[in-house]
């Protein structure tokens, strides 16, 4: 994450520049393959104004992910469910934070 701190000074001028829409940052990113409801609640509970990037890889298991290599194959799943289940929503509304996606920008 260090390097992308690097660029953010040259970065952040040429968004602005073109006109560009982008998220505050980013958080998650520690919690890679190990999210869970106490992680997200945390994250939640400590997610300062503006708009954010939940980065998190939510999928399916399948034999499509057998030809990848990499280790985020059941935490996918996991994440998945965690995203979408009532208690995500609740820990959600709780903090004031509304899902978006790119389309919404």
Known sequence: ????????????????????????????VLVT???????????AENLPEGTWEFVCHPGYNDADLDHLRTRLRQSRVTELELITSP???????????????YQDS
């Not at 393959?33 to 994250?43: A, D, F, K, P, Q």
């Open 1 to 28: 994450m260090g390097v992308l701190r690097t660029f953010f000074d040259v970065f952040r001028p040429e968004v602005e520049r073109h006109g560009l829409r982008t998220p505050d940052g980013s958080v998650g």
């Open 87 to 101: 208690g995500a929503k609740v820990i959600l509304q709780r903090h004031g934070i509304d899902r978006i996606s």
């Open 33 to 43: 393959g190990v999210l869970g409801e106490g992680y997200l609640s945390c994250i």
